[in-house]
């Protein structure tokens, strides 16, 4: 049992209040998701020649500064890095695939969270309500977001399984359920150069989408083949630049609640994490039906 939750705001206004509205909506399932949190964020994008890198440092002590001047000095493009505690977020005019490769082998201790223009990726493990104090939740800005509350059930408690889940750029994936094949996905997918980095079934998921982006599908079209190919029961929530995206298994087992108003998209496991928002008595609500996609573009 697991909790999502999803914000997208349609009035340009709202966007300074994105996470002070989304706090409530995470905290809200702290009983489907006690034991770690994460939450994708997509803000303005960075110029078209730059890319971020979302970075974590876990317990390992990282002199955030230092970095920033070993990457400079690695790659003589112009890096500008923001500091979270043991979260970063380096903005970088250098080929962001040749920065993420240097990083594995230079800073080890670092992982890379994430990759795009808008997207700011944060995860850890702890009670939601901790974890959005750490990292300062309530002061985000953007435009929508994706966010999610973790109970182990079938892999270790740590951040690398928390979730959202990254591929590609600007993507991410949330994920209620359990698949019953992600062993099945992977011996599929890593021959075809798809890599893995933990033993989650929610990244067998992950990286099923980012093969068939990667092969040219839209997300909708790649969502469509997953019917077929991901076997098992989900819910799942996904954001890119542009979007936002529920869809449910054909049993839809796990819950879901979506709440529209003129002002915004609100998704959530349970309507306790909407209440507090603001007209939710005059939102249009409901559950999204099985295997239908639905999606809100900004």
Same mark, same amino acid.
């Given at each position: 049992?697991?909790?999502?939750?999803?914000?997208?705001?349609?009035?340009?206004?709202?966007?300074?209040?994105?996470?002070?509205?989304?706090?409530?909506?995470?905290?809200?399932?702290?009983?489907?998701?006690?034991?770690?949190?994460?939450?994708?964020?997509?803000?303005?994008?960075v110029?078209?020649?730059?890319?971020?890198?979302?970075?974590?440092?876990?317990?390992?002590?990282?002199?955030w500064?230092?970095?920033?001047?070993?990457?400079?000095h690695?790659?003589?493009?112009?890096?500008?890095?923001?500091?979270?505690?043991?979260?970063?977020?380096?903005?970088?005019?250098?080929?962001?695939?040749?920065?993420?490769?240097?990083?594995?082998?230079a800073a080890?201790?670092?992982?890379?969270?994430?990759?795009?223009?808008?997207?700011?990726?944060?995860?850890?493990?702890?009670a939601?309500?901790?974890? !959005?104090?750490?990292? #300062? @939740?309530? *002061? +985000?800005?953007?435009?929508?977001?994706? %966010? &999610?509350?973790?109970?182990?059930?079938?892999?270790a408690?740590?951040?690398?399984?928390?979730?959202?889940f990254?591929?590609?750029?600007?993507?991410?994936?949330?994920h209620?359920?359990?698949?019953?094949?992600?062993?099945?996905?992977?011996?599929?997918?890593?021959?075809?150069?798809?890599?893995?980095?933990?033993?989650?079934?929610t990244?067998?998921?992950?990286?099923?989408?980012?093969?068939?982006?990667?092969?040219?599908?839209?997300?909708?079209?790649?969502?469509?083949?997953?019917?077929?190919?991901?076997?098992?029961?989900?819910?799942?929530?996904?954001?890119?630049?542009?979007?936002?995206?529920?869809?449910?298994?054909?049993?839809?087992c796990?819950?879901?609640?979506?709440?529209?108003?003129?002002?915004?998209? !609100?998704?959530?496991? #349970? @309507?306790? *994490? +909407?209440?507090?928002?603001?007209?939710? %008595? &005059?939102?249009?609500?409901?559950?999204?039906?099985?295997?239908?996609?639905?999606?809100?573009?900004?």
């Amino acid at each position: 049992m697991c909790g999502i939750v999803g914000l997208l705001v349609k009035k340009p206004a709202l966007r300074d209040q994105l996470g002070a509205l989304m706090v409530p909506m995470l905290t809200g399932m702290t009983e489907r998701g006690p034991d770690s949190a994460g939450l994708a964020v997509y803000t303005t994008p960075v110029a078209d020649d730059q890319r971020k890198i979302s970075l974590y440092s876990g317990e390992h002590a990282v002199d955030w500064s230092a970095l920033l001047g070993r990457v400079s000095h690695e790659f003589r493009e112009q890096h500008e890095i923001a500091v979270h505690g043991n979260q970063a977020v380096l903005t970088t005019a250098a080929d962001a695939d040749k920065v993420v490769s240097w990083l594995k082998r230079a800073a080890p201790s670092v992982a890379v969270l994430s990759v795009g223009q808008s997207i700011d990726l944060y995860k850890d493990v702890g009670a939601p309500a901790d974890i !959005a104090r750490r990292y #300062e @939740f309530g *002061s +985000l800005r953007g435009t929508h977001l994706v %966010g &999610h509350t973790r109970m182990a059930t079938e892999s270790a408690v740590t951040p690398a399984h928390a979730h959202p889940f990254t591929a590609g750029r600007d993507f991410c994936l949330v994920h209620n359920g359990s698949l019953s094949n992600p062993h099945l996905v992977r011996k599929r997918l890593e021959p075809l150069g798809i890599t893995f980095e933990t033993d989650n079934d929610t990244e067998a998921a992950c990286r099923f989408f980012e093969w068939r982006l990667r092969e040219g599908d839209d997300l909708e079209k790649a969502v469509e083949r997953g019917f077929s190919e991901l076997d098992g029961f989900f819910t799942f929530l996904m954001g890119t630049d542009k979007e936002l995206l529920i869809v449910r298994d054909a049993f839809a087992c796990k819950p879901a609640v979506v709440a529209e108003t003129d002002d915004y998209v !609100a998704i959530a496991s #349970e @309507f306790r *994490s +909407l209440a507090h928002l603001p007209d939710i %008595g &005059h939102a249009s609500l409901f559950e999204p039906k099985p295997e239908e996609i639905y999606s809100w573009r900004i």
